[in-house]
């Protein structure tokens, strides 16, 4: 069966600092991947997709980046986090050459102070 | 574009009342949709789906039924438990090729004992 990982679980970094949030899936081959973001009291909003690796598509300019340096491995970067970035961050995969049903992680929930 | 409306909550129920949250959308052609939930401190599962018209979609005592006439995909459930208590997400996936998921803002659902 297929699962998930996110880490860390939790997050808390100051203002200025770099980033980095790691996504792997077990179980599946040449998986689509997703970032999403979660901010409090709002609904998700997509922010990165990958079709492949090294194949990377931006949804929002924003101050994140993101790799997919290994066929089941997704990473989400910073290289300063502002006050903003705060909020909960969830990976998720597909399979197929539509975006059919996505299988979401746990999430990480980061605190930028 | 694609669109999804949620009903805003938060919502409070007693157990074993009736729920009904209700999710209008705004698509062209024929998109699938989909309601995801989310539990405390976790990442979204998906709940039910549909993939057109007048299909009904069910799980764990919940129903939706894609009504493309209100362009509606109500999630019900005839008599929810205080474990029901998490965030709904309703979604959509547009019927042209690599669309991505358009999510609802979410609605809190607390039952109460």
């Known amino acids: 069966s297929q699962t998930i990982h996110q880490w860390p679980a939790t997050l808390v970094q100051p203002v200025g600092s770099p980033l980095s949030l790691e996504c792997t899936v077990e179980g599946t081959s040449n998986p689509n991947l997703y970032w999403y973001r979660q901010a409090a009291g709002r609904g998700l909003q997509l922010l990165f997709y990958s079709v492949g690796i090294g194949q990377i598509s931006s949804e929002v300019p924003q101050n994140l980046s993101a790799s997919r340096p290994q066929d089941r491995q997704f990473i989400l970067s910073s290289k300063k986090l502002l006050l903003s970035d705060s909020g909960f961050y969830l990976c998720?995969?597909?399979?197929?050459?539509?975006?059919?049903?996505?299988?979401f992680g746990p999430g990480t929930r980061l605190l930028v102070l | 574009g694609n669109s999804v409306t949620q009903m805003e909550g938060p919502v409070t129920l007693s157990e074993e009342a009736f729920l009904t949250i209700n999710c209008t959308y705004t698509?062209?052609?024929?998109?699938?949709l989909f309601w995801y939930v989310q539990y405390p401190g976790e990442g979204l599962q998906l709940l039910l789906k549909?993939?057109?018209?007048?299909d009904k979609g069910s799980n764990k005592g919940f129903e939706a039924t894609y009504r493309k006439e209100t362009t509606s995909f109500h999630l019900e459930k005839g008599s929810v438990q205080v474990s029901d208590s998490a965030v709904y997400f309703c979604a959509l996936k547009g019927s042209f090729g690599n669309e991505k998921l358009t999510f609802g803002t979410g609605t809190r659902l607390t039952i109460i004992p």
């Open positions: 698509a062209t052609g024929y998109p699938s």
């Open positions: 549909a993939t057109k018209a007048d």
């Open positions: 998720a995969w597909s399979v197929g050459r539509g975006w059919e049903t996505q299988y």
